[in-house]
């Protein structure tokens, strides 16, 4: 088990929005510090601005500041929302993927990811936020377990119960995110290039017909038939009304599936729920799918240093 140093370096920002509820944040910060964290929180909530947690240039000095000091190793969001992508022309991602900071974050984060692994293959963590994760009334076992065995060590393995998935092996760099997201970014400069990857996606607040959508932009621009497989995580929080009329997220599946060559697997335990593992961004990947079990082994990322 990795001990976690005493006096780690954790930088907050908030390169999105500001938290809706502050106590969760003090919660968060409260836990940090009882992990043996020393917690630098960049995110003044004078400094809100909209539905930002400050003004895009504020947001983006967080990020150059936390990757800047010298006493923190770990660079994690508040939480997501919007606002990432505002501030990615204002960064300097050479700084950014060359500080040796490991930034953490999800959902609106994807962009941050992404801008990271297309700049320079710069590897970053699709994992738990200040707000939501460590600032939860009930903080989740699983979720903070996975997210210090996978940053203490560079290489990392699981094995998830999964529903009626296809049986298949595959090997490739792993990267993905926030569907939402990464569609948002598709065609831009920030939107990595990666042939016969692992790509992961996950969202929230989605109706199948959009989650649809989105994976069919993807294939129609050439980015799901170059993968060797696809992990949906989590798609929860949708509504569905009798307009639908049969038309559910098994029914989306059972039509995406049928239009994409590509493996589409289900179940990974990733996205905006408790229970999340956290995924180095970038690094290399095996999965061995069975029906009912994933096996996901992770290796070649960077990781911090156990003082056990």
């Known amino acids: 088990m990795f001990a976690i140093p005493d006096g780690l370096g954790i930088a907050i920002v908030a390169p999105g929005g500001y938290p809706p509820d502050e106590a969760a944040l003090?919660?968060?910060?409260?836990?940090?510090?009882r992990q043996g964290c020393l917690v630098h929180n960049y995110y003044d909530p004078a400094e809100k601005f909209q539905r930002f947690g400050a003004t895009d240039n504020g947001r983006a000095a967080?990020?150059?500041?936390?990757?800047?000091?010298?006493?923190?190793?770990?660079?994690?969001?508040?939480?997501?929302?919007?606002?990432?992508?505002?501030?990615?022309?204002m960064l300097d991602l050479s700084i950014l993927a060359n500080s040796?900071?490991?930034?953490?974050?999800?959902?609106?984060?994807?962009?941050?990811?992404?801008?990271?692994?297309?700049?320079?293959?710069?590897?970053s963590f699709a994992g738990?936020?200040?707000?939501?994760?460590?600032?939860?009334?009930?903080?989740s076992d699983f979720t903070l377990s996975h997210f210090w065995q996978c940053l203490g060590q560079s290489r990392h393995a699981v094995t998830v119960a999964t529903p009626n998935n296809p049986a298949i092996e595959a090997e490739g760099r792993l990267w993905g995110g926030n569907l939402a997201m990464l569609t948002h970014l598709l065609g831009t400069p920030y939107f990595p290039d990666i042939e016969d990857g692992i790509l992961f996606v996950e969202d929230v607040n989605e109706h199948p017909?959009?989650?649809?959508?989105?994976?069919?932009?993807?294939?129609?621009?050439?980015?799901?038939?170059?993968?060797?497989?696809?992990?949906?995580?989590?798609f929860s929080s949708y509504r569905l009304s009798d307009y639908d009329n049969g038309y559910d997220f098994?029914?989306?599946?059972?039509?995406?599936?049928?239009r994409v060559a590509t493996p589409i697997l289900t179940g990974l335990p990733f996205g905006h729920i408790a229970d999340k593992l956290t995924l180095p961004v970038g690094c290399q990947a095996q999965i061995v799918s069975q029906k009912n079990e994933l096996q996901l082994a992770i290796t070649g990322y960077p990781a911090l240093r156990s003082c056990g």
């Open 26 to 33: 003090a919660r968060g910060i409260a836990l940090l510090e």
């Open 62 to 89: 967080q990020l150059h500041a936390a990757a800047d000091d010298p006493d923190i190793q770990i660079v994690m969001a508040l939480r997501g929302g919007y606002g990432m992508s505002r501030i990615l022309p």
């Open 100 to 123: 040796g900071k490991l930034f953490v974050g999800h959902s609106d984060f994807t962009a941050l990811h992404m801008a990271l692994l297309a700049h320079s293959g710069a590897v």
């Open 128 to 139: 738990p936020m200040v707000c939501g994760d460590f600032g939860s009334a009930a903080p």
């Open 209 to 234: 017909y959009r989650v649809e959508r989105m994976l069919l932009q993807l294939l129609h621009a050439g980015v799901l038939a170059r993968q060797q497989a696809i992990l949906l995580g989590d």
């Open 250 to 258: 098994n029914a989306m599946l059972q039509y995406v599936r049928s």
